[in-house]
């Protein structure tokens, strides 16, 4: 059974950084395709940035392109998302996700999800 933790959100002024770990078991990280959504109030759960599941590609919503990064390490089957010049739109929760599926923007095509982790971003 795959399990994912998120941590690592929290309350940040616009223009901050905060960097989100998502845990995973089993060496989830290095052999699903890894996704991170989020979804703020009223509104769909979104793509933000993932790995796919074959290869090393990386893939990133347009709305956080050269802000945020993804990366992982596999020792310690655990995937990140460094977020970097937040704005007041980036609130929402944010959600791990992994799933063998190669729609990686998709959140329908996941099969295992985190918990969630807030992220507040003020004016």
């Known amino acids: 059974q795959v399990q994912l933790v998120e941590s690592g959100g929290g309350l940040v002024q616009a223009g901050g950084s905060l960097r989100l770990s998502c845990a995973a078991s089993g060496r989830t990280s290095s052999t699903y395709a890894m996704g991170w959504f989020r979804q703020a109030p009223g509104k769909e759960r979104e793509f933000v940035a993932g790995f796919g599941w074959i290869g090393t590609s990386t893939y990133y919503a347009d709305s956080v392109k050269g802000r945020f990064t993804i990366s992982r390490d596999n020792a310690k089957d655990t995937v990140y998302l460094q977020m970097n010049s937040l704005k007041p739109g980036d609130t929402a929760v944010y959600y791990c996700?992994?799933?063998?599926?190669?729609?990686?923007?998709?959140?329908?095509?996941?099969?295992?999800w985190g918990q969630g982790t807030q992220v507040t971003v003020s004016s």
């Open positions: 996700a992994a799933g063998k599926t190669l729609a990686y923007a998709s959140a329908d095509t996941y099969n295992y």
